[in-house]
């Protein structure tokens, strides 16, 4: 990828124009993305991505990156290019039907008030 | 879809408030905004390390010493979230080093100016940091998913930054004669080029309208500055020392702190890689690069013997499995 | 006369506690030097992630020394002021015995680090293998102190054990991406064993200091030494490294004050600010 643009604003101080584009390098250590487990009993959520030379190396960097404030009980990481994500252009063929079928919420149900623990 | 439908559809998001995340349609123009606005602010994170870096090592107590290594292994951590961010837009990180090593990229001219004492640390939490949080926190409600979410866990660590920064202030200020003085020297070399860090006014920032447009940035540098001023003029009574502006003064018909002019030929100076520390940053930037290059190859060799090894082990051992028991 | 008893001891606890106060600020020592030399590195790391990585066990580092040095402080406040002044033996007379005047104010003539952990960075590999051969050392050493009659000490012990247990797994596998990694990693790791190893010896040369606080005879320590070699050697083999014995003559004196060059330079940066302006609040 090859960018110059010119413009200036907070965390923006514009670039020089031209200059030759980066070499291409595939020997950058792989991208992972890291995910994890607050507390025992919650899932696993994504929480970034980061670069590693292994798993080991990738299990880590998350624990050094990610939960210096002791944000995690439980690491995964899985490297980037293995992770397959579903097209957003198809996003309404995949996820507009659940819209109709409400009778999958429990507030779609009316029962009394006085019913307890339900 | 036609290309200005999409566009249409992607303006409807946005102004509904809606986050564009990494794998929707957006303008070519959105994207390279994106990839340069959170490429610099990454590149800044990572430079910035270094004029604090400097004092780890002469902390004047153990405490400060704990912290403001924690706080510069912050500023390393917030950088890598943001190159994160930035990778999703289909640039790499090697790339993006690339631009900042080639020269070309920028970083915040903030800190191409030098630290030469033990108060610039307070002085940097204080106002360089406090500039970066009025600016930040806007941006956390940005509309690209992944740099506003790197936003908000930013901001929430940031927090701590500013208030250890003015917490060395508030203790050299009560402390003895050379202290206060270190205190108030610090303050007066910091002021005027954390105002500049909001950027140039509005007027000469012609990008700005589009970018607000596309919730990229939320509010005008000179908004922001104004802000700033007005919260540091009232903090700075608690230090019992002064901001170096002698046009400094509160106007009853605003509602806001005037303030006298900026320099601005410093900051296009400094900009330009005039400033007192641009080569030397850079210098150490690129070389921590290059020593790093042999690591970084011997660990990507070491994990592909390894793997190797274990393809092979895998085929022996399929190979015995397959064989026929009887022979 | 009254005055004359409180202030004398037994010489056998006086001694005993003289042990128990070197042994504290070796320790601190020890974590303090290794978390300065470790924190040159951050913002010069050679990939962000290991920037990170290393500030960390800096931050460890550090932490442990504060812990030790507190623990110091604290006992040399209980004993007579002269007595304490001249144990700890300051080069500036502190207004009190904080860990910050334990680290600041007494020069490298009474501090009882390793040679080894003041040796300079150099490279990566020179930097791993030394945080490598210190921690495992340090793993085995707490794993006695867990037992150790003073109470506060196991307690730091086993805070810290957690902690070095990253240091030595994280270490470990570096020495073996770059034993076996590149000609290039591998002719760096080499030259970095052949620079570190005079300075291990120290380790197992036990000070008397060392032997009545940790409460170490020969026999224990000479099990020690041989469980250190042994893990040593098992990670070198994985690394493809040589095998390595110990010599007859290693490079020793740090833990009784006669240090390398290196340290003056070392505290005379750390310490210039509170020796300028001396009890100053920072």
Redesign the interface.
């Known amino acids: 990828?090859n960018?110059?643009?010119t413009?200036?604003?907070?965390?923006?101080?514009?670039?020089?124009e031209g200059?030759?584009p980066?070499?291409v390098?595939n020997?950058?250590?792989p991208?992972w993305e890291v995910f994890i487990r607050s507390k025992q009993g919650l899932d696993h959520k994504h929480v970034?991505?980061?670069?590693?030379?292994?798993a080991?190396?990738a299990i880590?960097?998350a624990r050094?990156?990610y939960t210096?404030?002791m944000e995690g009980v439980s690491i995964w990481v899985v490297e980037s290019k293995y992770i397959h994500?579903s097209?957003?252009?198809e996003a309404g063929a995949l996820y507009d039907p659940a819209n109709d079928k409400i009778y999958r919420h429990p507030t779609f149900y009316q029962l009394p008030d006085e019913l307890k623990y339900m | 879809m036609d290309a200005n439908k999409l566009a249409e559809q992607f303006q409807q998001k946005i102004d509904a408030d809606i986050k564009i995340e990494p794998q929707d349609w957006m303008p070519d123009e959105y994207r390279k905004t994106l990839i340069r606005q959170i490429s610099q602010h990454a590149h800044s994170e990572i430079v910035g390390m270094l004029p604090e870096g400097n004092w780890i090592t002469r902390a004047p107590s153990l405490r400060r010493k704990a912290i403001l290594l924690a706080k510069v292994q912050d500023e390393a951590g917030h950088g890598l979230y943001l190159y994160s961010a930035a990778e999703t837009l289909g640039i790499t990180r090697d790339e993006m080093y690339y631009q900042l090593h080639s020269g070309k990229a920028k970083y915040s001219s903030i800190f191409n100016y030098p630290t030469l004492t033990w108060a610039d640390m307070g002085a940097i939490g204080w106002l360089v940091d406090g500039a970066a949080i009025m600016n930040q926190v806007p941006l956390s409600r940005c509309s690209y998913g992944p740099y506003a979410r790197a936003m908000v866990r930013i901001c929430k660590e940031e927090s701590f930054h500013q208030r250890q920064g003015f917490e060395i202030l508030l203790t050299l200020s009560k402390g003895n004669a050379a202290q206060r003085k270190m205190c108030q020297d610090a303050i007066n070399r910091w002021w005027w080029p954390s105002l500049m860090m909001f950027g140039p006014t509005d007027n000469d920032s012609p990008h700005t309208a589009q970018s607000m447009k596309w919730k990229i940035k939320r509010f005008t540098n000179d908004e922001l500055r104004q802000k700033f001023v007005d919260v540091c003029a009232e903090q700075v009574k608690f230090l019992g020392m002064t901001l170096p502006d002698k046009d400094l003064k509160w106007n009853e018909e605003r509602k806001h702190y005037d303030f006298g002019p900026i320099n601005w030929e410093e900051f296009w100076n400094v900009v330009k890689g005039n400033g007192p520390c641009n080569k030397e940053r850079l210098a150490t930037r690129v070389q921590a690069w290059e020593d790093g290059a042999w690591v970084r190859e011997a660990a990507l060799a070491y994990e592909e013997k390894k793997s190797a090894r274990k393809y092979a082990f895998q085929n022996t051992a399929k190979s015995t499995e397959n064989a026929p028991a009887f022979q | 006369m009254i005055i004359m008893q409180e202030q004398t001891m037994p010489a056998e606890k006086e001694n005993a506690q003289k042990a128990k106060i070197d042994a504290l600020l070796h320790l601190a020592d020890d974590s303090l030097i290794m978390g300065h030399r470790c924190s040159e590195w951050c913002g010069h790391g050679p990939i962000l992630e290991q920037d990170i990585a290393l500030t960390n066990i800096a931050l460890d580092f550090v932490g442990q020394a504060r812990n030790f040095y507190q623990h110091a402080a604290a006992l040399l406040q209980q004993l007579p002021n002269d007595m304490a002044l001249a144990l700890a033996d300051f080069d500036i007379t502190p207004a009190s015995i904080t860990e910050d005047s334990l680290a600041y104010l007494r020069n490298a003539n009474a501090y009882k680090n390793h040679l080894l952990v003041e040796l300079p960075n150099g490279d990566w590999a020179q930097t791993i293998l030394k945080i490598f051969f210190f921690s495992n050392y340090r793993q085995i050493l707490f794993q006695q102190l867990l037992k150790n009659s003073d109470t506060q000490l196991a307690a730091i012990a086993e805070k810290s054990l957690k902690e070095i247990q990253y240091h030595v797994k994280w270490s470990g596998e570096w020495v073996m991406r770059l034993g076996d990694g590149t000609d290039e990693s591998r002719e760096r790791m080499l030259k970095a064993i052949d620079y570190l190893w005079p300075y291990v010896g120290e380790f197992f040369n036990c000070t008397e200091y060392e032997k009545t606080a940790f409460e170490l005879d020969d026999t224990s320590i000479d099990l020690l030494k041989q469980t250190w070699l042994n893990t040593i050697n098992h990670t070198f083999q994985l690394a493809t490294l040589p095998e390595q014995t110990f010599g007859k003559w290693y490079q020793s004196g740090g833990k009784l004050g006669i240090h390398t060059e290196h340290l003056g330079y070392i505290l005379a940066e750390m310490q210039f600010l509170p020796r300028t302006y001396p009890n100053a609040e920072w």
């Open positions: 990828m960018i110059h643009i413009k200036f604003f907070y965390g923006d101080y514009g670039e020089i200059g030759a980066a070499p390098n020997r950058e250590w991208l970034g991505s980061l670069h590693a030379a292994d080991a190396m880590e960097n050094d990156v210096r404030r994500a097209n957003p252009t």
